[in-house]
């Protein structure tokens, strides 16, 4: 079991010291990047059969005590999550092997060690069972994205990092904060033990805390107002840099909010979430229709299917945290799929711009084909995975009563139709714009970067596939949470 969890964490760190060491040898650096990734996503999917058959399980690291020590927790959440995050990053990394002599593509010297940092700071983050470790995880996380935002040196890509680094430095110093007064009203950081200690505290206090980190994972998460930074830095960095965001970063604070949040029975910032979370749809998507590049629809997209996890959240019920955890596990794959598919019409049509795009589907039939798949299920229509992860939000809340909610995800799930009809009018209809031809291959090797892409999709087709058992192991998860007890056992036994 040590060993699991040491794979995750740790190969891909490996990986990347020795992508570093032959960064100048095309081959072995990405052999090297991808064995790194790929032994990460194979251990975490034995740990999620392994969770899923026989409930948590649990590491001390130095075997030092909780009270003091780290401790690995892999429950439910973590183990149907973070099998996910792990192969979307092995996959991306494919995609970049096709991509990188393309003016689209990012450097492959830097891109692909630094992915190797982040993706053990994505594993850090889901297995860590205390605040300390998740605030080092989450560090991780920003350097080696800021760098991989920026590594290019483009005018725009530094301009947007600015805001990226800023917005997230400002999260992580509020964390910093938050930290301290938990532990000094607390006496630890441990999650388990919080699980305890904090209904020993005024209700006050324990509120105040709950909005605090609210505020410093909701910056994470870009909920409505501190999104400001994720529409403009998305759409500047290579695609598949861009994909692995997309994907993964905002999903990683939606993931700590509905763990800290549902533990700690925070359950009167209820009604304030699902306020939150109607404005973070309706804005998303409403800016999302009003753009005119395919990435900074996709960016706007991000925003608005947050204001839907938040939603499961807020209703602080079984029903509407198991909604939550399976839309974080069919959007992760499903935007990762939507940006690499922005990047196979970049690399096709020598730009992402609507108005000077056109006439794919007949041209690229398979790209097109590679687009419906994700935007359809997106958009929330049957039979896609979109379609049953917003029944299942929608309906808790129809079951909670919470009935303007409800209507503002109807309403956001409209634009959301509306603006994936807009990419397919203005990329994939109409006649090819002046001057491209038929007959000419884009640059770079577009057959690595199809099968990668086509790998992606399979993976939100087998969610769709595999909604009704995925549902089930949401709901455990979310009963897990709520009660708190099995978490707190497994980790203090």
Same mark, same amino acid.
């Given at each position: 079991?040590? *060993? ?8 891909? +760190? ?6 570093? =060491? ?49 401790? +690995?927790?892999?429950?439910?959440? %973590? ?5 996910? #995050? ?6 991306v990394e494919i995609f970049a092997i096709g991509q990188r002599r ?8 830097? $891109? ?12 850090? #983050?889901?297995?860590?069972?205390? *605040? ?9 996380? +920003?350097?080696?994205?800021?760098? +991989? ?72 998460? $870009? ?6 930074? =994720? ?5 500047? #960095?290579p695609t598949t840099i861009t994909a692995v965001f997309a994907g ?20 009167? =910032?209820?009604?304030?979430?699902? &306020? ?11 800016? $999302? ?34 909604? #939550? ?26 730009? !992402? ?5 056109? !006439? ?14 994700? %935007? ?9 995975? !979109?379609?049953? %992860? ?23 799930? =409209? ?7 807009? &990419?397919? *009018? ?54 897990? *949470? ?12």
């Amino acid at each position: 079991m040590n *060993l699991l969890f040491a794979l995750m964490i740790v190969a891909p +760190l490996v990986a990347s010291a020795s992508g570093l =060491l032959v960064r100048g040898r095309e081959s072995a650096r990405d052999v090297a990047t991808l064995i790194g990734s790929g032994t990460a996503a194979a251990a975490s999917w034995v740990m999620f059969g392994i969770v899923a058959s026989e409930g948590t399980k649990t590491v001390r690291v130095g075997g030092w005590d909780p009270e003091l020590g780290i401790v +690995l927790v892999a429950d439910r959440f %973590a183990a149907l999550v973070l099998p996910i #995050a792990l192969a979307i990053i092995f996959v991306v990394e494919i995609f970049a092997i096709g991509q990188r002599r393309t003016a689209w593509g990012a450097n492959p010297e830097l $891109a692909g060690p630094l992915l190797g940092v982040l993706t053990s700071g994505v594993s850090l #983050a889901f297995l860590t069972g205390d *605040l300390f470790t998740l605030f080092v995880a989450f560090e991780l996380i +920003l350097v080696s994205s800021y760098v +991989l935002l920026t590594h290019q040196g483009q005018r725009a890509q530094v301009r947007s990092g600015m805001s990226y680094v800023v917005m997230n430095l400002l999260a992580s110093t509020l964390f910093l904060f938050g930290l301290a007064y938990v532990y000094a009203a607390t006496g630890t950081v441990n999650m388990a033990l919080l699980t305890e200690r904090m209904g020993d505290l005024p209700e006050g206090v324990r509120i105040g805390i709950g909005a605090w980190f609210f505020v410093v994972f909701g910056t994470k998460a $870009a909920v409505f107002p501190l999104f400001s930074w =994720l529409p403009d830095s998305y759409p500047t #960095a290579p695609t598949t840099i861009t994909a692995v965001f997309a994907g993964l970063l905002t999903k990683i604070g939606i993931y700590a909010m509905i763990r800290f949040h549902t533990l700690m029975a925070l359950d009167d =910032l209820g009604g304030a979430m699902l &306020i939150i979370a109607g404005v973070t749809m309706v804005i998303g998507a409403l800016g $999302a229709l009003a753009q005119s590049n395919v990435k900074r629809i996709l960016s706007f997209h991000i925003i608005s299917q947050i204001g839907y996890m938040l939603m499961g959240l807020g209703l602080f019920s079984a029903a509407g945290t198991a909604g #939550a955890i399976l839309f974080l596990v069919h959007h992760m794959p499903v935007k990762t799929v939507l940006f690499l598919v922005g990047g196979l019409i970049e690399n096709d049509q020598g730009t !992402g711009n609507l108005d000077r795009s056109g !006439g794919m589907a007949s041209r690229r039939p398979l790209i097109a084909a590679l687009f419906a798949v994700p %935007a359809l299920s997106l958009a929330g229509l049957p039979p896609f995975s !979109g379609f049953i %992860a917003k029944f299942s939000v929608i309906s808790a809340g129809i079951e909670a009563r919470a009935t303007p909610i409800v209507v503002l995800a109807l309403f956001a799930g =409209l634009l959301t139709l509306l603006s994936m009809t807009k &990419i397919w *009018l203005g990329v994939f209809w109409g006649s090819p714009p002046d001057g491209s031809d038929d007959d000419d291959d884009p640059p770079g090797n577009r057959t690595t970067m199809l099968v990668a892409t086509g790998m992606a999709v399979a993976g939100t087709l087998a969610i769709s596939f595999f909604a009704g058992a995925l549902f089930e192991l949401s709901i455990e998860a979310a009963e897990e *949470l709520r009660s708190a007890t099995a978490y707190r056992e497994a980790v203090l036994r």
